[in-house]
């Protein structure tokens, strides 16, 4: 596939994507329990128009724009935080089986998290909670990295079964750390909310939340893009050609990092976004992650908004959890791979 | 009054080209390379022989700037390698390690870009200017590759990948081109075209400084040949007097004959007379 074609790919790829989340986006705050009139929402937002006075009806008003607004809002940063994760991580790791939640990288910002909802940190300020969950999955992958690479490169087999160790193990503190603050009824019931929550009931604060992180991990993504390309050639050669590599490695172990904890703290355990979405991206776009890193973003933003459209709706009145829609897409998908890169015989 | 002479090299006038002094690496307590004074002062082929483990790739390595000696120095034109930026470096010495199999599917002209690095800006969506457009499309045909560049890199063979890793060497237009087995895994007729190109590269005024098994193409080929053996740098020079039968046999353990072919002398080796088997302690890199 020529690169003109791919560039058209990812215009188009890019272009729709938009499109695609912003009518998703649409759809689902206008469906659900109450049913809403594309009027009345447009007449919500109008409202909320800076130097608008029109009166809207409150209960109208709360349910665009203090209930469903966010929730989309939120499905789409946390889709394009896991994604661009996702696509970081394959690049570091050279191995398109690297993504947050598979290699422990979750498991390790919502260690933070607990901690930060058991020991109460998190009721002096919210913004604790991103904080520690941005430094449990850097944390977690320096671990996983520490271990499973070894003369620059991370053979799929010890990256798997070090994260499959990780998120075991992190996974009974945590388990423990639930378990003690059980007596304690105002930690165990924060816990409970944030494990449950996926994006449901979540507000604008949230949206607060995630936000600085998201931001700066975009920025820093876009900077590094070029340096991802040559580490994919190898440690030695992307050297050879200019990349200061260990200072590469770390800022996009960094960002990936800040990436993950900032979707965990919001959002809890959404698994399979950052390894599905980079990867069918860069199967229609190439590696190059000048095209990748962007159209990711777009893709993550549009595939959690339209699974969470799909967990509100499918059995209603009762909601699915978004990690369970997700789930139910992305792990057929990650054997498929496994099976495909078997055969192959390929180590990528 | 002093006229500037036209003729100088850049290098001339800046120092000595590459150069490694009395330079080492030592790792696990063991030294891997040893006392290797190497001057690289001019365009042409110098080629590194030896047995396995000798100290080739260590010493490709130093001169890259990518591993730093342990002990003595590496030079460019009189500057310590160590003190320059990476990107700085890349601009001048350009390197292909041995095993350099694809593992992505970027294409050609993609692969080939990436010698750019050196000269990019952090931001661009990859759009290129058109000089430096010009300049890619010169680095494929240069190395007749050029209308594979839209084919992924991924699916080309082995010798037309050698070929593309020499292009992107180009585009970074460095003048000093360091090559670990360039010709390792081609068979006979890609193997020759590849060390053809260096020739033609080298005429075209690169230093090209290649690490290489086959003794017959080193004699053929190199301007200047190295030979190292555990770790030292043994004998350095035009290849037919580095290369005689009696290093040949102190260093590699086998006897060699040299055939008048009538274009050309040709070597041909046998075991060590006598049948007794090669004990050498050669470790493995």
Redesign the interface.
Known sequence: ????R?HRRFLWLTLGGAVALVTTALASVLVGSSALGLRDVLAVYAAHLPGATAAVDPVNDAIVWSLRTPRVVLGAMVGAALALAGAQMQGLF?NALASPDIVGTSAGASLGAVITLATGLSVRSLFYLPIFAIAGAILALLVVARIASRDSRTPIATLLLAGVALTIFIGAINSWIIGRSWEQFEAARRIAYWLLGGIADRGWVHVALIAPGLLVGVVLA??YA?DL??L???E??A??????VERAKRRVLFNAGLLTGSAVAVSGQISFVGLVVPHIVRLLL???H??LIPAAAISGAWFVVAADLVARTVAAPTEIHLGVVTSLVGAPFFLFLLVRYRRET??? | MTATTTSASPQDAAGRGLELRRAGVERGGRFLVRDVTLEVDRPGIWCLVGPNGSGKTTTL?ML?G?WRPTSGAVQLDGEDLASL???A???R?????QE?R??????V???VE??R??F?G?????RQSEPDRQLIDDCLRRTDILELA?R?VTAVSGGELRRVLIA?CLA?SAKVLLLDEPTANLDLAHALEVMDLCRELACGGAAIVIALHDLNAARRFADSVALFDHGRLVAQGPPDQVLDQRRILEVFGVESRRIDTGDGDLLVFARRSGGAPITREHHFE
């Open positions: 596939m020529s690169r003109d791919r050279r876009l900077l070029r390309d040559l994919l050639e190898g030695e050669t050297s050879a050609l200019g990349v200061e190439g590696p190059a000048r095209r390929v180590e990528l | 390595r890259g990518l930026p990476r990107r470096l890349a601009r010495i350009a390197y292909v390690p350099s694809p593992a992505f599917d970027f294409t002209r993609e692969i990436m010698g690095y050196p990019e952090r931001l661009g969506l990859g839209e992924p992107r970074s």
